[in-house]
Antibody
């Protein structure tokens, strides 16, 4: 059974960074792209980007180009997203999601989401 | 960026009824359109992709239609478990964007 298990909630100070994890089980992460999505109730869902864990290739939405860094560790079958220079605008729930088939989209499996709170 | 306009934001219906949710793209996205179901405490579920193809495990009471800019998700004979939130998403070009969501409530 495919599962994406995300790390627990995070509380960070403005200006700091956070690294979120997404551990895959039931398949090898090198076989599929992994996407990340941001969710704020008042702003809806926003696509951040994807990583190909097989070779580390990444693609970012322009607005997250300098905010998010996607990486993957094939030995632990885990994808990561680091968010830097955190502000209150980064307070949100973040999801990892697997790309369907051998394509860039849509997303056939999602993590449960991780809440990141940025507050002084 | 392609803007996805989803409507209505809220929809009230009774079990057994049928409902439709609209998703309009600001430019043609061919059939690169997916529908997702969101439930509290559960991972988001892919229901439909390529505009009208049911993902494995999606009940047949769900259907999708449309191409270009206009798409519709229809749920026939609503079951109690269908009352939740639905999103559309395009994946035709970068950045992928989502509709604002439709909350389906029990009347």
């Amino acid at each position: 059974e495919v599962q994406l298990q995300q790390s627990g909630p995070e509380l960070r100070r403005p200006g700091s960074s956070v690294k979120l994890s997404c551990k895959a089980s039931g398949y090898s992460i090198t076989d599929y792209l992994m996407h990340w999505v941001k969710h704020r109730p008042e702003h809806g869902l926003e696509w951040i980007g994807w990583i190909d864990p097989e070779d580390g290739e990444t693609k970012y939405a322009q607005k997250f180009q300098s905010k998010a860094t996607l990486t993957a560790d094939t030995s632990s079958n885990t994808a990561y997203m680091q968010l830097s220079s955190l502000t209150s605008e980064d307070t949100a729930t973040y999801f990892c999601a697997r790309a369907f088939g051998h394509t860039t989209g849509p997303f056939d499996y999602w993590g449960q989401g991780v809440m990141v709170t940025v507050s002084s | 960026d392609v803007q996805m306009t989803q409507s209505p934001s809220y929809l009230a219906a009774s079990p057994g009824e049928s409902v439709s949710i609209s998703c309009k793209a600001s430019k043609s996205i061919s059939t690169y359109l997916a529908w997702y179901q969101e439930k509290p405490g559960k991972a988001n579920k892919l229901l439909i992709y390529s505009g009208s193809t049911l993902q494995s495990g999606t009940p047949s009471r769900f259907s999708g239609s449309g191409s270009g800019t206009d798409f519709t998700l229809t749920i026939r004979s609503l079951e109690p478990e269908d009352f939740t939130v639905y999103y559309c998403q395009h994946y035709n070009e970068y950045p992928f964007t989502f509709g604002s969501g439709t909350k389906l409530e029990i009347k």
